[in-house]
């Protein structure tokens, strides 16, 4: 068994203190329940092997699926993915930080056990600022997966996400209830014409008006 460490902090602030203890563990291989903008997810740090085959164990989840990440700024992101396409730079532009995660095709130095199918990596900018800063304090992207079980409901409760974690993930972020309602939307960039593979909280129709403007 793992011995849990519970860190709270105030989503809406900074958090600087707590945001230090955290990035120490994940810098340590851990793995750490924490809130979204949409609900709890379990992070690691991206580059770390031993720490993202930890969540796939954790949620039980096919190695086979790959698991999104969110980054700092779009600095980061440029150093992980190819050229971008023009219709990233529209989404982006309107939506990020915010619960749109975009489908890349990735930089040819990253590894392929945090990769998507012909090399992709699932990205999107949060916009809760403590987020932001802890993954500027790990310096690279931290996964995202939700915290749950695969196949069962995400978690918005940090109850919850204890009842099920603790004792096996190294860190729950406490930062009270994540706002729940749908996921992040899904948009793959990879293609021509941009596809949406998950609905969310940003509708298809505004993605549309978008990409046509």
Do not use: Q
């Amino acid at each position: 068994m793992t011995k849990t460490r519970i860190i709270g902090i105030d989503p809406a602030g900074e958090n600087a203190d707590p945001v230090r203890a955290i990035a120490a563990a994940l810098l340590e291989d851990a793995v750490a329940a924490y809130p979204t903008e949409t609900f709890y997810a379990l992070g690691a740090a991206a580059f770390s092997r031993g720490a993202v085959e930890k969540v796939y164990r954790l949620k039980r989840r096919d190695m086979g699926k790959p698991l999104s990440v969110v980054v700092s700024d779009l600095d980061m992101v440029r150093e992980i993915s190819a050229p971008l396409p023009p219709s990233f730079r529209a989404l982006a532009g309107e939506f990020w930080p915010g619960p749109l995660t975009l489908v890349l095709l990735a930089a040819a130095r990253l590894p392929d056990f945090m990769l998507g199918p012909g090399r992709t990596i699932a990205v999107r900018i949060p916009p809760l600022p403590w987020l932001r800063a802890l993954v500027r304090e790990i310096g690279e992207p931290l996964t995202a997966t939700s915290a749950n079980l695969s196949g069962e409901k995400e978690l918005a409760d940090p109850a919850e996400v204890a009842a099920v974690f603790r004792g096996k993930v190294d860190v729950i972020v406490d930062g009270g209830p994540a706002p729940g309602g749908a996921p992040s939307t899904i948009v793959d960039l990879t293609s021509p014409e941009p596809r949406i593979l998950r609905p969310g909280k940003i509708s298809e129709a505004r993605i549309r008006a978008v990409l046509e403007s």
